[in-house]
């Protein structure tokens, strides 16, 4: 089973609220990830979280707000966002990540459609 | 730097014929190269990868695809193209700090009947 999930598949909110994406794997990988992609560009790395710590933040706005509860979720808390950041985001994960050596392949979730108004 | 490079942003196909999508890339040190799929508005769909071994590495739903070093190319091969293979295609190259994939820019597909 390499199926990751993600939670919702939608969402619309208001630039001052408060919301969450959830992500899930149970394929025992240790390494996640989050990426935004913009219509009909290639995915951009947010943040990488390897055997439950940050890893990777790729320069993101504090507004969003990454958690690794355990080795299966992932979330991504979202707070006074901006009407650019609505985008697809998508959720992946891999057996590990360690560095540029890794052959691992990354697995992704359908993604959650964010609209910011 | 890893990158990989996608020079075409759209192939089109008749139904029947063979299709080659189009990667080539830049690392320093071993290359290991994936192709993904993405239907509109979903996730990505993982096709194949080439981390050594042959240069011909055969993929999900008939894909192939073959490594050339000499060229520094990854293109993406099916003998018979589907409709039903119209999406957006992505070559990616593992590469940073942590391992994370480089995407590159993405080739639209279209088979028509």
């Known amino acids: 089973d390499t199926e990751v999930t993600q939670t919702p598949k939608h969402l619309v909110m208001g630039m001052t609220n408060k919301k969450s994406l959830k992500c899930e794997q149970h394929?025992?990988?240790?390494?996640m990830y989050w990426y935004k992609q913009k219509a009909k560009k290639p995915p951009e790395l947010m943040f990488v979280y390897s055997y439950e710590k940050l890893s990777i933040n790729e320069s993101v706005p504090s507004r969003f707000s990454p958690e690794c509860p355990n080795s299966s979720l992932l979330n991504l808390h979202l707070h006074a966002l901006q009407p650019e950041d609505s985008a697809l985001y998508l959720c992946?994960?891999?057996?590990?990540?360690?560095?540029?050596?890794?052959?691992?392949?990354?697995?992704f979730g359908p993604g959650t459609r964010l609209t910011v108004l | 730097a890893q990158s990989v490079a996608q020079p075409e942003d759209q192939v089109n196909v008749a139904e029947g014929n063979p299709l080659t999508v189009k990667c080539t890339y830049s690392?320093?040190?071993?290359?290991?190269l994936f192709w993904y799929v993405q239907y509109p508005n979903r996730g990505l769909q993982f096709l194949l990868k080439?981390?050594?071994?042959?240069?011909l590495v055969k993929g999900s739903y008939g894909f192939e695809a073959e490594f050339n070093k000499s060229q520094t190319s990854f293109h993406l091969k099916k003998p018979s193209a589907l409709v039903s293979d119209s999406a957006l295609y992505f070559c990616a190259v593992r590469g940073g700090s942590q391992g994370n994939l480089i995407f590159g820019k993405g080739t639209k597909l279209s088979v028509k009947p």
């Open positions: 992946a994960s891999s057996q590990e990540s360690f560095g540029g050596e890794s052959t691992d392949t990354q697995y």
């Open positions: 690392v320093s040190g071993n290359p290991y």
């Open positions: 080439y981390i050594t071994g042959d240069n």
């Open positions: 394929m025992g990988h240790r390494a």
